[in-house]
């Protein structure tokens, strides 16, 4: 019984491997840009519209909405890149009820490049929102003794990041296939779709925690308000 | 016991034991958790956008806990290099 999806292999020529990790990324990539291209072909403004581009345009307008309550003022900016994250895990784990299929986020390099995306992602709009100096700053804060403490801390949620996505669809792949071994009938289509929820709860909660952790990272602080001026009456 | 069976002894038992122990903290914690959302719900029913999404967060990294040692444990069982190591070192006396 293999642990990851790594341990797959389609085609091996010397040192490069296309393991099953690499096939069923390049298979989510196609669905994902190709759906998506060929919905927005004709895109239509007003009441009139497919019901593919309605579809799309719920997602869109909800993943927005929860960006917006995260505390990030003007989504757009974020969207591009907290969308994806969510987007990408979510039919990750969706197209588990494919056979044959194994969830590319169930091997520790796929959730490891994902979380290290978030590491680069967060200074990276910290300092487009703040400049390099408020950014590096706000390490210092609220004492300097803190700043080893606020890098320890910044590793450590990237790292759990990763091992939370990795451990989450690993165990739902795992407890599919040892029951398929025990009891091969009605039970692991009920995993199946406990896996499924555990999926999307693991898509949104991946790409809520990079909103809050970008949120936290632009914060703009706001300049003291001048004292009003009281004129006597 | 020679080394062989002294590592596969000890790694079953610290397998079963490490997820045995790592997840009742993390099932005390949600079942608080969720009951403290349930009540707050109760008082406030118009905040439950903010309270369903800050209780599923919570959850996530308490239930993370419970993952790392499933994790450990996995890799105790399917990838132990100890293991491998000395089924290495026997197949190829």
Redo the contacts between chains.
């Keep these: 019984?293999h642990?990851t999806p790594d341990e797959m292999i389609f085609w091996q020529h010397g040192f490069l491997k296309l393991n099953g990790t690499i096939v069923f990324t390049w298979g989510l990539m196609l669905v994902l840009a190709v759906g998506s291209r060929l919905i927005t072909r004709k895109l239509s403004i007003g009441v009139e519209r497919s019901r593919w581009q309605n579809l799309l345009e719920i997602v869109v307008t909800g993943i927005e909405k929860?960006i917006e309550?995260v505390g990030l003022s003007q989504p757009r900016k974020y969207i591009g890149f907290l969308g994806t994250l969510f987007l990408f895990i979510a039919t990750a784990s969706l197209c588990t009820v494919i056979p044959g299929y194994q969830p590319p986020t169930g091997s520790l390099s796929t959730t490891a490049a994902l979380a290290l995306c978030v590491f680069v992602a967060v200074p990276f709009f910290g300092i487009e929102e703040q400049g390099v100096g408020n950014y590096l700053k706000s390490y210092a804060k609220p004492t300097f003794i803190m700043l080893p403490f606020n890098i320890i801390s910044e590793l450590s949620r990237t790292l759990?990041l990763a091992?939370?996505l990795?451990?989450?669809m690993?165990?739902g792949a795992?407890i599919i296939g040892i029951l398929l071994t025990i009891t091969p009938f009605i039970f692991p289509i009920v995993m199946t779709l406990l896996g499924q929820l555990t999926g999307m709860?693991?898509a949104?909660?991946f790409s809520?925690?990079a909103a809050?952790y970008i949120a936290a990272a632009t914060q703009v602080r706001k300049p003291e308000p001048a004292p009003a001026q009281t004129v006597p009456a | 016991m020679d080394s062989m069976t002294i590592i596969a002894v000890a790694s079953i038992v610290i397998a079963g034991i490490t997820i045995s122990l790592g997840a009742i903290g993390p099932a005390l914690a949600e079942g608080r958790a969720v009951a403290t959302a349930l009540t707050s719900l109760a008082q406030q029913p118009d905040a439950s956008a903010t309270i369903t999404r800050t209780l599923f967060v919570g959850l996530a990294m308490i239930e993370s806990i419970a993952i790392y040692c499933f994790v450990v444990s996995m890799i105790l069982i399917f990838a132990n290099p100890f293991w491998n190591h000395v089924i290495a070192q026997t197949a190829g006396k």
């Design positions: 019984m642990l929860q309550e759990a091992v939370r990795f451990g989450n690993m165990s795992m709860v693991q949104y909660i809520i925690l809050v």
